[in-house]
């Protein structure tokens, strides 16, 4: 690659990547906000909450420290202005994601084609600027993967082997350890390929690195939760053996096949079909190919085993369907008319620009605009309170807000026992008992925050009130979840008036 070609490619990266962060203004699922900035702010800032999941210990401290970090500088300089500590963590992720881009362009030669593919996909367009645990995972997945020896053509065997890769897959498996699969297959077909010696390669680097990644990062948590934990096996042991992730939401065993992947590649499904049919029908002629397939495979086969599933789960396999769909699209257009190359790339750019207009500006968006208006609603009173009246974790917190205000949310903890009543579905199932029992025998709140579907059921107890906000939110309003934001402001009593004495 020349240098010209690669100031181009890098300057378009992070021209699409820093777009991504001032143009995709919606919420997309509360782990973005609540296992990461939530958890820094917390760290740093010294107030903020922490869900279950961080008093069961089952996420690492890893990730919200790189955000911790940032927060330090930002307090230890007095530049933490609300507007900082919401934008700049964004930017960082967004930056670590223009890295694994241009990993992603050089692992394939510096192809065009390549680039076009990997910025274009307006999944990872959604995703890349948000600070979600699977954004960092997929990452570092593009950034091992543009470092692996696949030991392709000839020459390929007596190439010097880079064994970086391993720290890249070490570190991730620790914090995502559902991205296994991915690994486990590459691992097996480095060991069956290796030049260095297939004894030597698992001596001399996969253990010693492996151990290393392991005490370095227990120790991290330990030091963190306060006592000896194996945040992977916590995960494993919750997630899978004890299946607590159903309590958020089931699909059947092919939701990824029918569901999961076609949504997260939307239009580029087509090409990636084919893409994956050349590669079959010719398996010896894509080596290369074939291995990322069936580590794709392997991934998606054995995610379909558990019962809770979520389009980013499969986020990380975007940039290997990327990488399969390049392969076969670069030789085919050395061939093919400049005309077919301009069809073909138009409709690419016209299926991945609607998805990623819709949900980066309208979808979901009001749950993250009232925020502001919250803060501006607060002003300097810190003896506001804010009674989040809808689905647990419909909105950031104190990342947003960085001010040290009493709030209040429903909770929604997986039950001790199945079957056992939570929080979230007891205020939906009678909303005024509810009320009066929370605010039995303290002073209710000066801002409540709900959803326009809960406004009749609620419009007694808000006589009190007067809406000062109304946020659009979604255009497919769905069971709790309404259309519009709106935003209750307790009204201040009037002094009487009196006459004055003549």
């Not at 297939?198 to 991290?220: C, D, E």
Request: charged share 15%; hydrophobic share 45%.
């Amino acid at each position: 690659m020349s240098i010209p070609n690669t100031l181009q490619a890098l300057g378009a990266i992070f021209v699409v990547r820093i777009l991504s962060v001032f143009l995709v203004q919606t919420y997309y699922v509360p782990d973005e906000y609540w296992q990461s900035l939530e958890v820094a702010h917390k760290q740093v800032f010294g107030y903020g909450v922490l869900t279950w999941e961080w008093q069961k210990g089952i996420r690492s401290y890893l990730y919200p420290s790189i955000f911790a970090a940032l927060y330090a500088v930002l307090k230890f300089t007095g530049l933490d202005s609300p507007e900082a500590v919401v934008l700049l963590p964004r930017l960082l992720q967004a930056a670590i994601s223009g890295i694994a881009d241009y990993s992603f362009y050089k692992w394939t030669g510096g192809r065009k084609w390549a680039l076009f593919l990997i910025l274009i996909p307006s999944f990872w367009f959604y995703a890349s600027g948000r600070t979600l645990l699977q954004t960092m995972e997929t990452c570092l997945v593009v950034i091992a993967l543009s470092m692996y020896p696949f030991k392709d053509g000839k020459r390929g065997y007596y190439e010097k082997e880079n064994n970086k890769w391993v720290w890249l897959a070490c570190i991730s498996t620790f914090l995502r350890p559902t991205s296994a699969p991915i690994w486990l297959v590459l691992a097996i077909y480095n060991i069956a390929t290796t030049n260095q010696g297939k004894l030597r390669l698992l001596l001399a680097t996969y253990i010693p690195i492996g151990l290393t990644v392991f005490v370095a990062l227990v120790a991290l948590d330990s030091y963190f939760y306060g006592r000896l934990i194996i945040t992977p096996w916590e995960f494993f042991k919750f997630n899978v053996l004890y299946d607590v992730a159903s309590f958020y939401g089931t699909h059947p065993w092919y939701w990824y096949l029918t569901s999961g992947m076609p949504a997260v590649l939307t239009f580029n499904t087509i090409p990636v079909a084919y893409a994956v049919y050349v590669v079959l029908r010719r398996p010896w002629e894509n080596k290369t190919c074939l291995v990322l397939l069936t580590a794709a495979a392997l991934h998606i086969f054995l995610h379909s085993f558990i019962q809770h599933k979520e389009f980013r789960f499969v986020l990380p396999l975007l940039p290997i369907f990327m990488y399969i769909t390049q392969h076969v699209i670069v030789p085919w257009s050395r061939k093919a008319s400049r005309l077919k190359l301009y069809v073909l790339a138009g409709l690419i750019v016209v299926g991945n620009v609607m998805p990623m207009y819709y949900f980066g500006t309208i979808h979901q968006s009001g749950t993250l605009q009232v925020m502001p208006v919250l803060r501006e609603a607060v002003g300097n009173n810190n003896r506001s309170s804010i009674l989040f009246m809808m689905p647990c974790h419909s909105t950031p917190l104190y990342s947003h807000l960085h001010i040290n205000v009493t709030t209040r949310y429903l909770n929604c903890d997986p039950p001790r026992v199945p079957g056992e009543s939570y929080e979230s579905e007891t205020f939906y199932n009678n909303p005024e008992r509810w009320w009066k029992t929370e605010y039995a025998q303290k002073q209710t709140p000066n801002l409540v925050v709900l959803f326009d579907v809960l406004y009749g059921r609620v419009e007694n107890l808000l006589k009190g009130y007067k809406l000062i906000h109304e946020l659009p939110h979604s255009m497919r309003p769905k069971d709790e979840v309404g259309g519009k934001v709106l935003v209750f402001e307790k009204k201040t009593a009037q002094p009487k008036q009196t006459d004055e004495a003549i």
